[in-house]
């Protein structure tokens, strides 16, 4: 018996073919190997036999690799996104800050989660610490077009556009973040939704998919602060914001989260003052607390670091609670009020 040709130069052991001619058993190519039993061929370096009988845990083929499970092994959660009912259950068992976040595509809403999240994977997001996530995977996912780009050859793009594979259901990332001043640990669910839903709110289209808003401590409406410092542009892009503004006024009923305006692109251009104060005037008018947070999520400019305002933006997101109720609310008397001092037994 032959093995492998050892000819640099023949193609023998994939084609099966000598480029000799020579018949494939007796070419001087193909050394001959020693035709021993079973037992002589099943040894090691030093010519001790080797066990290969199967191990006491190897079943049929194809069959589980371990008898059961092992609960302490850790395991990585199994879901991407957060869907409404998971929401809810994490909402219902402690604590939690719902950010809701509106904006036109392109304003870069996906880039200021995945701007986070890269933060914190270096330990760079001032002020917080990773503690834990129940939805790496999707924060993985939308964080992978960071990672294949060309260095000295950025693409215009660092995110991709984003798509649900449900259009009627919100998906929510979810972090554990440790503040460092004091060690207090943090629950924050995040939506990372498509352009598109705000441009049906703003036509005032199937917004019952963001009902989910009247449950949010704060609200950030994302800017692209480009158009902002653009005089061609700046009329159309204020229009659209100040229109937002008034949608989620309508969508939100008598609820009134604080508002946060996210001005995106602030390494290209800084987010004007009188168009600040423009929209904070704007939302007053609908009751509003309205603040601006401009952001860089990626920076190609060397006089701003990339994740410009990020750990602020967060920071005044979880500072964000609604206001108590009054202990005592004072009511003015109504003869309607109290049925029962006015009874009068009747003989």
């Known amino acids: 018996m032959r093995g492998p040709c050892q000819s640099t130069t023949c193609t023998f052991n994939a084609t099966k073919k000598c480029v000799l001619g020579n018949a494939p058993d007796e070419c001087e190519n193909r050394p001959l190997i020693d035709e021993g039993t079973e037992e002589d061929a099943l040894q090691d370096d030093k010519g001790e036999p080797l066990d290969v009988s199967p191990p006491l845990s190897a079943g049929v ?13 850790e395991t990585l959660p199994a879901s ?12 219902e068992s402690r604590p939690t800050c719902l950010v809701g976040i509106v904006g036109l595509s392109g304003a870069g809403k996906t880039a200021v989660l995945v701007s986070a999240y890269l933060l914190l994977s ?24 960071t990672r294949s780009w060309r260095k000295g050859d950025p693409p215009e793009h660092i995110t991709n556009h984003t798509t649900l594979t449900d259009s ?34 703003i036509g005032r289209k199937d917004a019952a998919r963001l009902e989910f808003l009247r449950s949010a401590n704060v609200i ?7 158009q902002f410092a653009n005089t061609g542009r700046v009329a159309y892009a204020r229009y659209r914001a100040r229109l937002l503004i008034e949608r989620l006024a309508d969508l939100l009923g008598s609820h009134r989260p604080q ?15 009188d168009e600040v104060i423009g929209l904070q005037q704007h939302g007053r ?9 401009p952001i860089a999520s990626f920076s190609w400019n060397d006089d701003m670091n990339p994740g410009q305002g990020i ?9 964000a609670r609604p206001a108590p109720p009054d202990f005592w609310p004072e009511t003015r008397p109504d003869s309607d009020d109290r049925k029962i001092a006015a009874f009068r037994r009747r003989p």
Not at 80 to 90: D, I, W
Not at 122 to 136: N, P, R, V
Not at 168 to 176: Q, S, Y
């Open 61 to 73: 083929l194809g069959g589980p690799v371990l008898e059961a499970s092992n609960d302490e092994l």
């Open 80 to 91: 991407r996104t957060m869907g409404l009912p998971q929401l809810n259950t994490m909402m």
């Open 122 to 145: 270096k330990g760079m997001l001032e002020g917080f610490s990773y503690a834990d996530s129940a939805t790496l995977r999707a924060f993985e996912e939308i964080s992978r077009a």
């Open 168 to 201: 009627r259901e919100a998906g929510f990332l979810h972090l554990r973040l440790r503040r460092d001043t004091d060690d207090r640990i943090f629950d924050i669910l995040l939506p990372d939704l498509p352009g598109e839903w705000s441009r049906a709110l």
């Open 220 to 226: 950030w409406l994302m800017v692209d602060g480009r």
């Open 259 to 273: 508002l946060l305006i996210v001005p995106t692109w602030q390494d290209k251009a800084a987010f004007p003052e």
């Open 285 to 293: 008018n609908f009751g509003f607390e309205v603040d601006v947070a």
């Open 311 to 319: 750990a602020s933006l967060f920071s005044r997101s979880l500072a």
